[in-house]
């Protein structure tokens, strides 16, 4: 059954993680449900995972909705999250609450998530105010990464724990329903966790966080040029895919594949029509 946000709520209370992945497609989104994952993130490392851009920033919303409407078509049952692409809510309410409606209208998402603290709060309340259920996301932001002097761990030092924390505070404040840590170290995370009334879903964030979550390219293997610190990987996919598609490359040269079982064959007898005419 789809849980809600009082569920997530309830979690928490109860001391119960809450387990979160991305997803981009529907056979992914069907798969990761089947298995009972709490909730999805349609994350904008869409651009990065799926699309072949160099970073989060080109995304638009047409994309994300694509992708959106696909992973709700692959999974009824799930609360999906669908990630406010760069430049779909720094303009302002008006702007964020169109692109958030188009979310939730188009792709049947059940929340929004965006990136920032203290400096997106009166669009976060918009949206809350609009009806519109919104995640926040604290710590490393990838969209604006350049700024934080690129991907690297956050709220290392005092005063930038301390903004941090008043962000978090302030976003609680402002009405999200949960909030992203990532790349948070993780004694701020724990503390961060335990002075919130709302869930925290690390990633790189330890675990003391609510809840994780993962790129769900990462955390199977399917990437094998790079993997960040904070992530596990429960198998490894890239060298069965790799190996299944040698085989089928090698059969298609040899003439083994398709075999009789995988054909169609019936008794008519077709050679009339390649009879020459007399
Ligand atoms: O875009 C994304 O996948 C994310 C997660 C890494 C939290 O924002």
Same mark, same amino acid.
Request: hydrophobic share 45%; net charge negative; charged share 20%.
């Given at each position: 059954?789809? @849980? ?11 001391? /119960?993680? /809450?387990?979160?992945?991305? $997803? ?31 970073s989060t920033v ?7 909705? %694509? %992708? $959106? ?17 760069f ?8 702007? $964020? /609450? ?6 939730? @209208? ?9 990136e ?20 926040? %996301?604290?710590?490393l932001t990838p969209q604006t990464a350049s700024q934080l002097g690129g991907y690297k761990?956050q ?27 990532e790349c ?9 966790? @335990? ?5 925290? /879903?690390?990633?790189? $964030? ?73």
């Open positions: 059954m789809r @849980k809600n946000i009082q569920d997530f709520q309830g979690m928490k209370e109860a001391g /119960i993680k /809450i387990s979160m992945l991305t $997803a981009y497609d529907a056979s992914m989104s069907s798969l990761l449900s089947e298995c009972g994952t709490d909730m999805l993130l349609v994350g904008d490392s869409l651009g990065m995972v799926v699309l072949g851009y160099d080109p995304v638009t919303m047409e994309q994300m909705v %694509h %992708h $959106a409407s696909a992973v709700r078509r692959g999974a009824a049952d799930i609360f999906v999250v669908g990630d406010m692409p430049g779909s809510y720094q303009t302002g309410s008006r702007d $964020a /609450i169109n692109n958030g409606l188009k979310f939730i @209208k188009e792709s049947d998402c059940d929340a929004v998530k965006l920032g603290g203290q400096e997106v709060c009166e669009v976060v309340s918009a949206l809350v105010r609009s009806g519109i259920s919104v995640m926040g %996301h604290l710590g761990v709220g290392k030092e005092l005063p930038a724990a301390e903004k941090m924390v008043a962000d978090a505070r302030a976003l609680q404040d402002a009405g999200v329903f949960a909030i992203v840590l948070v170290p993780e004694e701020l995370a724990t503390l961060i966790s @335990k002075d919130l009334k709302i869930p925290t /879903i690390g990633i790189g $964030a330890g675990a003391g966080c609510d809840g994780q979550v993962l790129v769900i390219n990462d955390m199977l293997g399917m990437f094998e040029k790079f993997t960040p610190k904070f992530v596990k990987q429960y198998a490894k996919l890239a060298p069965l895919m790799k190996q299944g598609v040698q085989e089928y490359l090698a059969e298609v040269k040899s003439g083994t594949f398709p075999a009789a079982e995988q054909g169609f064959s019936c008794a008519t007898d077709y050679s009339s029509i390649f009879r020459e005419e007399e």
